[in-house]
């Protein structure tokens, strides 16, 4: 039952928004009473922390798999996936950026947002490592601003251009890193 309570919130809060989402709608989707959904968790807040986290991994894997091949093409595909998703009906950016901005700054549900975007960067950081990066740690977080910064800006715009035009900025900040041309 908890796995459906989260599995609800998760895509709720996702498609709706955390703030617009009410405990009431996500035992409704889960097909639960408000009561059993207290007994799993303690209020709105935990619930939100459990949803995130339990979309942790799956982000990851589909941003970043962790897999064989060179470590330019596996981080621009990463770039092609936001294109792609953002010119999908329903798609509303990265869903850890989107719930830091609804929620106040004190939330509990921000260590999960801080967890998955420190893990986000661990894995640009072991790819920027394979490009041969002077400075792995500094083109990691570069690579994570364009992530986001394309992930906003295509639920900004409408578009997946943003995520294009990120995808041609890592390009050339992966080159200029390893102290090579294009």
């Given amino acids: 039952m908890r ?4 599995s609800a919130a998760r895509d709720l809060f996702y498609e709706q928004g ?7 709608a996500v035992a409704e ?3 639960v009473g408000k009561m ?9 807040a935990e619930l939100v922390e459990a949803a995130l986290r339990s979309r942790d991994s799956a982000q990851l894997d589909w941003l970043l798999p962790d ?5 330019k093409e596996r981080v621009l595909a990463l770039f092609d996936r ?19 901005v609804e929620l ?21 950081e072991s790819a920027a ?22 992930s906003a800006g295509c639920v900004v715009h409408g578009a997946s251009t943003p995520a294009e035009d990120a995808r041609e900025l890592a390009d050339l900040a992966m080159a200029a890193a390893s102290g090579g041309g294009r």
């Fill in 129 to 150: 490592r394979d490009l041969g990066a002077t400075d792995p740690s500094r083109l990691a977080r570069q690579l994570s601003m364009l992530v986001d910064g394309a």
């Fill in 67 to 71: 897999e064989a091949g060179p470590a």
């Fill in 29 to 31: 989707r889960a097909g």
């Fill in 3 to 6: 796995g459906r309570i989260v």
């Fill in 82 to 100: 936001i294109a792609r998703a953002a010119s999908r009906p329903g798609f509303h950016g990265c869903p850890f950026v989107r719930a830091a």
């Fill in 36 to 44: 059993s959904l207290y007994r799993h968790f303690a209020g709105k």
């Fill in 104 to 124: 106040p700054g004190d939330h509990p549900a921000h260590g999960a947002v801080r967890d998955h975007k420190a893990r986000l960067l661990v894995r640009l």
């Fill in 18 to 24: 955390v703030t617009a989402t009410g405990v009431d």
